[in-house]
C-alpha cells in the first residue's frame, strides 16, 4: 500500500529564512509525489509534482522538492521564507496511472515577522 | 466557470438529517473526486468517477454515504442519518486526466464545512 507521512505537523520560521518541509513516501511501485497548498478558507492548490522525470522538481512561488529514493523522501524546500507562504502543505503521492491520491496529515507553516 | 464550486461552503444540520452537497467541476473535466477533509487529518478519498464509467466508490465509509454525476458534469454527494463524526470539509476536484493522473494535476474546490450538532 502506499502511504505518506509528513514529519511535522507544525513548522515555525521567520520571514527570510529557509523553509523545510519533511515528507516520506511509502510506494511498492513507481510513484507520483505531488506538494498541495491549502490557505486558509482557500481550495487546495498544486505546488509541484514529480513523474518520474527530474528528480528536483521546480515548483510555484519559489518552492521546490527533491526526489530521493535511496531514502523515500521527498522533502520541500524554500530558500527564503515569505510571509504570504504561511499555510497547510500536504505531501501526496499516487501511484503512476492510477486515479486516487493518498495524502499526507499536512504540515502547518507558521511564518514570523 | 474557471474553477470548481462547491455549494453550500458552510452546513450545519442536525444529527439524523439528510443532507446535499454540491459539485460544478471545471468545464470539460471527465474525472471528478470527493474527499473529506476532518480536523487535524489528511484528506480520505470518498468516490472517483471517470466520464461515463462505473464510480470508484472504494472509499465511501458506510452506505449512509452516495454520490452521483449527471450528465457528466455536476455531482451530488448525499449523506443519510448524519453521525457527529461525518462532520468535517468535504473537497470536490476535477480533472482532466483520463489515464494516469501523472501528467495531470487536480483542481480542488474551497469545499464545504459540514457540522453535525
Known amino acids: 500500500a502506499q502511504s505518506v507521512t509528513q514529519l511535522d505537523s507544525h513548522v515555525s520560521v521567520s520571514e527570510g529564512t529557509p523553509v523545510l518541509l519533511r515528507c516520506n513516501y511509502s510506494s511498492s511501485y513507481s510513484p507520483s509525489l505531488f506538494w498541495y497548498v491549502q490557505h486558509p478558507n482557500k481550495g487546495l492548490q498544486l505546488l509541484l509534482k514529480?513523474?518520474?522525470?527530474?528528480?528536483l522538481v521546480k515548483g510555484i512561488n519559489g518552492f521546490e522538492a527533491e526526489f530521493k529514493k535511496s531514502e523515500t523522501s521527498f522533502h520541500l524546500t524554500k530558500p527564503s521564507a515569505h510571509m504570504s507562504d504561511a499555510a497547510e502543505y500536504f505531501c501526496?503521492?499516487?501511484?503512476?496511472?492510477?486515479?486516487?491520491?493518498?495524502f499526507g496529515t499536512g504540515t502547518r507553516l507558521l511564518v514570523s515577522p | 466557470g474557471a474553477g470548481v464550486s462547491q455549494s453550500p461552503s458552510n452546513k450545519v444540520t442536525e444529527k439524523g438529517k439528510d443532507v446535499e452537497l454540491r459539485c460544478d467541476p471545471i468545464s470539460g473535466h471527465t474525472a471528478l473526486y470527493w474527499y473529506r477533509q476532518s480536523l487535524g487529518q489528511g484528506l480520505e478519498f470518498l468516490i472517483y468517477?471517470?466520464?461515463?464509467?462505473?464510480?470508484?466508490k472504494s472509499g465511501l465509509p458506510s452506505d449512509r454515504f452516495s454520490a452521483e454525476r449527471t450528465g457528466g458534469s455536476v455531482s451530488t454527494l448525499t449523506i443519510q442519518r448524519t453521525q457527529q463524526e461525518d462532520s468535517a470539509v468535504y473537497l470536490c476536484?476535477?480533472?482532466?486526466?483520463?489515464?494516469?493522473?501523472?501528467?495531470?494535476?487536480?483542481?480542488f474546490g474551497s469545499g464545504t464545512r459540514l457540522t453535525v450538532v
Open positions: 476536484a476535477s480533472s482532466s486526466g483520463t489515464g494516469g493522473i501523472s501528467s495531470y494535476g487536480y483542481t
Open positions: 501526496v503521492v499516487s501511484l503512476t496511472g492510477f486515479q486516487k491520491l493518498v
Open positions: 514529480y513523474t518520474s522525470a527530474a528528480t
Open positions: 468517477f471517470q466520464g461515463n464509467s462505473a464510480p470508484d
